[in-house]
């Protein structure tokens, strides 16, 4: 529902948090471009979702639009994008354990069938898209710590 407003606007719809909790949740909306996004990108891509949204309201609960861009740490919602980011490092959380593990550090080989394809400490292991609660790019030049 969103995003043709978004690509519309010359944006990529980058993803979307829903952050419940306390009396108010948050809808995170990321947006992207090959240049950047610009605080004057966000309000611009806010304003025209505020206006989408107060016209079709998903969102029954009271809650705040935030529009953001991905930054360099980014999180990744969708295959495609850990296919953009492979030889990166990427700091991946499991819904639940895989192998006893929730948590895995490590560069990002590829995307397979459903699974994305990291090397671990010099091991190769397939974690499946479905189970991933939420995956970060490292930046470049900070560690992500090992396991």
Known sequence: MLEPTVKGLGYELWGLEYLSGGKRATLRIYIDTPDGVTVGDCERVSHQLNGVLDVDDPVRAVHTLEVSSPGLDRILFKPHQYTAH??????????????????????????????????????????????????????????????
């Open 86 to 147: 492979i030889g990166q490092e990427v700091d991946l959380r499991l819904r639940f354990p895989l192998d006893g593990r929730r948590k895995f550090v490590g560069l990002i080989d590829g995307v397979q069938g459903g699974d994305v394809v990291l090397r671990v400490d010099g091991t190769t292991c397939a974690v499946p898209l479905e189970q991933v609660h939420r995956a970060r790019v490292v930046p470049a030049g900070i560690s992500g710590g090992g396991i």
